[in-house]
């Protein structure tokens, strides 16, 4: 699964949102996991000071972000079929201009066979 973290990627670009270690961030993990379920994650001090995150999951998607510092922007390196830092940012995006996650406040269905839907406005993920 971590052998993709260290190639170029399919896609290369320079996040616009300071680095973040996903799992230091509960709000934000929580509406990854929705959305994405079972993403590992690894964080590693580089020489000089910079910082690399690693984000892998099982369905081959990757992404790593490399920054020089914890507050610069990133340059993110993605592969697999799914883009994890895009998802990741459509999240802080919401977060950002909203002060909340969809998540938060969420009206919870469950069906008899026990399938699991929260839902709140136009947003909604089904376990």
Not at 29 to 34: A, D, P, Q
Not at 45 to 67: F, K, Y
Request: aromatic fraction near 8%; charged fraction near 25%.
């Amino acid at each position: 699964m971590w052998a993709a973290a260290d190639g170029d990627g399919e896609e290369v670009s320079t996040s616009r949102y300071p680095l973040l270690y996903v799992p230091d961030s509960w709000d934000v993990r929580s509406m990854l996991e929705l959305e994405a379920p079972a993403i590992d994650y690894r964080m590693q001090r580089n020489d000089g000071g910079g910082l690399t995150v690693r984000m892998a999951h099982p369905d081959g998607s990757w992404a790593r972000a490399e920054a020089a510092s914890r507050r610069a922007s990133p340059t993110v390196h993605q592969g697999g079929p799914r883009r994890l830092w895009d998802m990741l940012e459509d999240i802080r995006d919401r977060l950002n201009m909203w002060g909340e996650l969809p998540v938060y406040g969420a009206t919870v269905t469950i069906t008899p066979d026990g399938e699991t839907t929260l839902s709140r406005g136009r947003w909604s993920a089904t376990l």
